[in-house]
């Protein structure tokens, strides 16, 4: 059983280490190992926790991903969704995702980014609801792609 529930302070450390091994893929995968989540630092990490909203998902008694949640005007914006690579394709990211969008469900627009070519993460958000924005904006060599969800989509 998946339980998602907010993450402590003392999970901080065990959710940058999983960040890091799941955004490694993401760095092969794209020829860039500059991006953010493999470079962000645990006090960096501290001050999102005191900001936005984090979640954890245990299996098992062991914390096998996160997101990060917040507000921004009407929109939910859903932040770097992270699963254990070892944990992958069993439910957990899927787990996460729902909670997340849960947790400002008065938002008039869920919205999150992905990697432009990571068609995986594409399919796996557009069998949530999610679309494609009509723009993308570039982030070094990783191109992102915007996706946005009406929450009326979830129900």
């Known amino acids: ?4 529930v907010r993450a402590r302070e003392e999970d901080l450390e065990r959710i940058l280490s999983i960040q ?18 493999l470079h ?8 999102e926790f005191k900001a936005k909203i984090l979640l954890k998902a245990i299996v098992d008694q062991k914390l096998l991903g996160s997101v990060r949640v ?4 009407t929109a939910c914006l859903v932040e770097r969704l992270v699963v254990d690579p070892a944990a992958q394709k069993r439910g957990v990211g899927s787990a996460l995702l ?11 627009t869920m ?3 992905t990697g432009a070519k990571s068609e995986w993460n594409i399919r796996f958000y557009e069998k949530r ?13 990783v191109p992102l792609v915007c996706m946005r969800k ?6």
């Open 20 to 37: 890091r091994a799941a955004f490694t893929s993401e760095a092969e995968f794209y020829g860039d190992f500059t991006i953010s989540p």
């Open 111 to 113: 919205e999150l980014f």
């Open 150 to 155: 009406r929450p009326q989509a979830t129900r």
């Open 40 to 47: 962000q630092t645990l006090e960096e990490l501290r001050a």
């Open 98 to 108: 729902a909670a997340a969008e849960a947790i400002y469900s008065e938002a008039r």
């Open 1 to 4: 059983m998946i339980i998602v």
């Open 70 to 73: 917040s507000l921004s005007g």
């Open 129 to 141: 609801g999610y679309a494609r924005f009509p723009e993308e904006s570039l982030s070094g060599k």
